[in-house]
């Protein structure tokens, strides 16, 4: 079966730096997408990773290794705001996306 | 530029009723998409439409149904709401053209609660 796994709840500091990891099984792979979606709102796009690397957008890195499974969401300087779940999925061969269940993060002064 | 909307924001139904949320988008974009988000799960896709006059069915279709006549709306309906359809609907739409990533945008979501 298809599975995107990903930590369930994370803590940091703010101004600190925090990594959240998300690994998948799918059939197939045609990119892994990042999205931030705070308590009560809707999913907003992050990033999109479909070579191997780091794509780097402002506070935000993302990486990928195909090999591995494996990507990971920086974010650096942490702020108040982005206190929020943070959504990794995988479009399959078919072209849909595969969700994982998302991360809560906490941010504390 | 609103991008989706979705109706209503939030209802409350009673089991065995009929209810139809609507979504709609000025992107003019070719994909749209229905999911549902159950506290715990992952977005799990209920139909989808690769472009008007189509539809697909995802993961978790049973109980609903959906109609894609034009380019902007897509409706999903509940033929007869069960309570494990209490959740939040999310409506999302891509441009759906080969070669690049196909991102989907999200409208603001429908909270449904039946009783």
């Known amino acids: 079966g298809q599975n995107i796994d990903q930590p369930t709840e994370m803590t940091a500091t703010e101004g600190a730096i925090v990594q959240i990891n998300c690994t998948y099984q799918?059939?197939?792979?045609?990119?892994l997408f990042w999205y931030q979606q705070h308590a009560g709102e809707a999913p907003t796009f992050l990033s999109y990773n479909v070579l191997d690397g780091l794509e780097e957008k402002g506070r935000f890195s993302s990486f990928l290794s195909r090999s591995k499974g494996y990507s990971y969401l920086l974010l650096k300087e942490l702020q108040m705001k982005d206190s929020a779940s943070y959504l990794c999925?995988?479009?399959?061969?078919?072209?849909?996306?595969?969700w994982g269940a998302g991360t809560k993060l906490i941010i504390k002064p | 530029i609103a991008g989706i909307t979705q109706a209503p924001t939030s209802q409350i139904l009673a089991a065995g009723r009929r209810m139809t949320l609507r979504c709609t988008q000025d992107m003019r974009h070719n994909a749209m998409y229905w999911y549902r988000q159950d506290l715990g799960l992952g977005l799990r896709l209920i139909h989808y439409s690769n472009t008007a006059g189509t539809t697909g069915k995802g993961e978790v279709p049973d109980g609903y149904s959906v109609s894609r006549a034009n380019t902007d709306d897509f409706p999903l309906t509940l033929a007869s709401a069960v309570p494990s359809q209490t959740s939040v609907y999310f409506c999302?739409?891509?441009?759906?053209?080969?070669?690049?990533?196909?991102?989907?945008?999200f409208g603001p979501g429908t909270r449904l609660t039946v009783l």
């Open positions: 999925a995988v479009m399959d061969s078919n072209y849909q996306l595969i």
């Open positions: 799918t059939s197939g792979f045609n990119g």
């Open positions: 999302a739409s891509s441009d759906g053209l080969a070669g690049g990533p196909d991102t989907q945008y």
